[in-house]
């Protein structure tokens, strides 16, 4: 049997096929997982519904975590379908791009209330919205950076939004945790997706990072997708609340 046979998970954040929540989704699939997708906008319908219709008994539905309206539709659209949900991969942020650049002392009300907002407090509405669905249960993964605790250059405030994010990890870990539902973080390296290369000097980072990790490379979205997989499954059922790095070892090194 494989691991996740007969589980039932809710993908946000395909945007494309170099994205991480898509190498997270081919791991469960690969694994006898069912899964719904959401999009964000109308222009990425057509590339999620192309990259889902590979999976067995996919499901793809409109969210747009800014619109509470959309994320209760998708939640009823998997209700119908499948009557319940065992995981969650949250993997979505958002700042305005001016935001991402030059100095953190810049950072605007409404850049600091929209990353934070879509970035950090989803991963709480999107739990509270379908935590009637998890009653078997279940396992909640999020994509943090280590720009959450060390000063990233750029980074500026989607490194508060993934600390924030962390943060609520630990939170609901703790309120969901009697659920028998564990809230996991995965802290990855750097990865040439395109949320990535909304950030100013990505290209720099890549190679910085990949030369003085301890492999020596820089981590593939299918090795995150590999850990988000372990997440799920119930060989990390005495996990919750943890960030856990897959960055090749970057976080370690001192000097
Ligand atoms: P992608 O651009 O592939 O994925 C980001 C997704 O977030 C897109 O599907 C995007 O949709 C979605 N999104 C943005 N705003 C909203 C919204 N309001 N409602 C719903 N969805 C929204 O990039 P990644 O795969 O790199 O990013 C996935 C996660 O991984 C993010 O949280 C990112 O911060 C994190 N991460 C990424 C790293 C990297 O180096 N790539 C490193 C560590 C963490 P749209 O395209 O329409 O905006």
Redesign the pocket.
């Known amino acids: 049997m494989a691991m996740l046979d007969n589980k039932i998970g809710l993908v ?5 096929k ?4 898509w190498a997270c989704a081919k791991a469960c699939a690969a694994e006898g997982a069912r899964m719904a997708f ?4 109308e222009r ?1 319908k057509e590339t999620v519904d192309e990259l889902a219709g590979t999976l067995n008994d996919s499901l793809v539905v409109p ?4 619109e509470q309206e959309t994320l209760d539709a998708a939640i009823d659209a998997v209700k119908q379908r499948y009557g319940r949900l065992d995981f969650i991969v949250h ?4 700042a305005p791009k001016e935001a991402l650049e030059g100095e953190f002392v810049n950072t605007s009300r409404d850049a600091f209330r929209m990353a934070l907002e ?2 950090a407090y ?1 991963l709480t509405q999107v739990a509270r919205a379908a935590l009637p669905l998890m009653t078997e249960g279940g396992s909640i993964v999020t ?3 280590y720009g959450a605790e060390k000063v990233v250059m750029n980074y500026n405030v ?1 490194g508060v939004a993934k600390s924030a994010l962390e943060s609520s990890t630990r939170y609901l870990a703790a309120d969901l945790g009697k659920d028998n539902i564990r809230v996991n973080a995965i ?5 040439n ?4 290369r909304g950030v100013r000097g990505m290209g720099s980072l890549l190679g910085y990072v990949g030369e003085r990790s301890p492999l020596k490379r820089n981590v593939t979205a299918d090795e995150v997708g590999n850990t988000a997989l372990f997440l799920i499954s119930d060989l990390a059922s005495g996990i919750t609340g943890e960030t856990i790095y897959v960055d090749c070892g970057y976080h370690i090194m001192g000097i």
């Not at 170099?18 to 929540?21: D, E, G, K, L």
């Not at 802290?187 to 990865?191: V, Y």
């Open positions: 946000l954040g395909v945007a494309n170099r994205s991480i929540a959401t999009y964000q906008a990425l969210c747009d975590v800014s993997s979505i942020a958002f879509i970035s989803s994509m943090s950076y989607m802290s990855a390296g750097p990865i997706t395109l949320s990535a």
